[in-house]
């Protein structure tokens, strides 16, 4: 085990909208260390975003992190032998990372041509309130209402 809890790292801001979650979520789609490529294929993304809304891309991803990001999560928590999946909030870092990770998930299982594309029409469907990540959301949302009655357990 561990001494003392290990220190968040603070990631530096992406060099063309100067915005930290944008730089986590570049740092998500990044595979094998290929910043420049992750960088060129989100930026793309966010190219095709603001051709086809008319908008500012950052605010479309920014709308779309905020609809995807989950309030709540089940938890298992072991009482006594038996296991109960316990509703919690979820803390603002992991809403952030969870929102990320779901929105990279859809937008690989999309069928459009590119990754760039592909990312481009997750994060819009997700700005508007549908799509793969928004389902996933929705779904964690329901199985925490359902185990709403062990609440009681949060530790």
């Known amino acids: ?92 870092e992991r809403r952030v990372a969870l929102a990320i990770r779901w929105l990279k998930k859809y937008a690989l299982d999309r069928r459009d041509r590119s990754m760039a594309s592909k990312l481009a029409s997750e994060i819009q469907a997700a700005a508007n309130g549908e799509g793969g990540a928004i389902k996933r959301r929705d779904e964690m949302h329901r199985m925490a209402d359902a185990n709403r009655a062990f609440s009681h357990f949060r530790w």
């Open 1 to 92: 085990m561990r001494k003392k809890r290990a220190e968040k790292r603070r990631v530096t801001p992406d060099p063309r909208f100067n915005d930290v979650v944008l730089a986590q979520f570049v740092n998500i789609i990044m595979e094998d260390g290929k910043k420049a490529t992750a960088r060129a294929c989100v930026y793309d993304a966010m190219d095709i975003i603001a051709s086809k809304t008319k908008e500012d891309p950052l605010e479309v991803f920014r709308k779309a992190m905020a609809n995807v990001a989950p309030a709540v999560e089940i938890r298992p928590r072991r009482v006594g032998g038996a296991t109960y999946q316990v509703p919690m909030e979820v803390r603002e």
